[in-house]
């Protein structure tokens, strides 16, 4: 295992051996019906990154300083805003979504509209 499978650098009991300053980050969770049930899409990151080589992941990313003013086509639906706000309160919930947007286009190219429809969320 290299510390790049465990970025805390915690031991088997779970003790730290490191500090890690944790970041916001949104992933969208994109599926849709297939022929046989639902697909769900993913990528492989790249065996050459340093943040978790050749791993599975969903579409998304960290939060960047601008995700908070970005424009949206539309807010967040009111029960989806309430969720997403109760651990860091609304501002962060919409930057949140608007990173999850963002990130989805630039790994995917799939768009959520210019500027982005977060009621599609």
Request: aromatic share 4%; hydrophobic share 40%; net charge neutral.
């Amino acid at each position: 295992m290299t510390e790049f499978d465990n970025p805390g650098g915690a031991d088997i009991a779970g003790r730290t051996t490191r500090q890690v300053r944790p970041r916001h980050a949104a992933s969208l969770l994109v599926w849709r019906e297939g022929k046989d049930g639902p697909e769900l899409l993913m990528g492989r990151r790249h065996k050459s990154l340093r943040f978790m080589p050749d791993v599975m992941v969903f579409p998304g990313g960290r939060v960047d300083p601008g995700d908070a003013a970005a424009a949206a086509a539309s807010e967040l639906r009111p029960e989806v805003l309430a969720g997403l706000s109760r651990v860091g309160g609304t501002r962060l919930a919409r930057a949140c979504a608007l990173a999850a947007a963002r990130e989805l286009h630039e790994e995917t190219g799939l768009s959520m509209g210019d500027p982005p429809a977060l009621a599609a969320l």
